[in-house]
């Protein structure tokens, strides 16, 4: 099931100690499977924040599941009562973390299906809930299972940035796909910046605003770029090869695709996503924390090469080039 549903991720769960692989894989279905209502734009929203909120129990309940989704999600909920087995097979202390992150995020989500992202503060809030609660829970899993050391049970604080760092690449990098969406888009690029300049978020996709565009992207990589630093303190603190290469692979993907996508039009144009050469040179050898810095400081540093030349035209380029710096 979870390799027809994550391309990603699965491959980085599955390489992971198996006192934790099961109790991550099913954090990672429970989610999914929770996020699969909140995307659905069908599913009615007097139906879909009571099931958000609810759905910390439903995860209990042999015989729920639901005709939602898209693609391989479809399957996903229609055969949740796989899931719900399997779940109920692992330990209770892991049960416990995953029900306790589940209501946490959905009713996160719940709150944000009537509000709009508007001020930077929402948008480190709804992606909190969508992501760095992610973090959170693989952090309290890593203590339980023991594989690290104690302090990860309460490491809220840098967890949440391991997961916002993740949660803003993706919605820097999806704005296409994203406004493209029917029947609603749902855009999480916060009001605050875009509306500095544009009246309009669609107004990016045209090529006569390419300046306002840029200006804007390269706002949003910058603001970013701030959470890299405690990423990386973060990993720092791991101690487990294999968790270590869990957490660092997607980190290393993240930064990659924001270097990918700062000052580059075919954000608005296109699919940005990095070459499979690319990534594989730096997953293969991604075992030491020497090996994380190296890759950060070669995205961080053509991160840094591009905002030099900005310095005159881009009013952020010298604070990407200040967060580039923190991450070198
Ligand atoms: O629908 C889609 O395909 C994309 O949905 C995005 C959205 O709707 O915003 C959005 O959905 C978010 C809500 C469901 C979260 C599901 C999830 C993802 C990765 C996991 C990894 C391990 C364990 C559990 C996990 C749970 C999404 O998938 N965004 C991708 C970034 C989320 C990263 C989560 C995360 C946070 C901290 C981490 C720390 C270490 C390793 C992996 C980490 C992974
Ligand atoms: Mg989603
Ligand atoms: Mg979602």
Redesign the pocket.
Known sequence: MLNRVSRS?AVV?QSLPTELRDA?CL??LV??A???V??DMAVAVDVKVPLLRVFHEKIYDRSWKMSCGYGPYVDLMQQYPLVTDAFLRIKPMYQKVIADITRR?GEGMAEFIEKEVLTVKEYDLYCHY??GL??IG?SQLFASSQLESEEFANMEDL?NH??LF??KT?IIRDYLEDINEEPAPRMFWPKEVWGRYARRLDAFKAPENAAASLGCLNELVTDALRHAPHSLAYMAKLRNHDVFR??AI?QVMAIGTLALCYNNRGVFTGVVKMRRGETAKYVQQLCTMADLHQAFDRFAGSISARASELVNTDKNAKLALRRAAEIQ
């Open positions: 991720f769960i991550v954090f990672y989610l999914r929770l996020d699969t909140e995307d995020m969508v992501a992610v973090g693989l967890a391991m997961g993740l949660q993706n869990f957490c997607p």
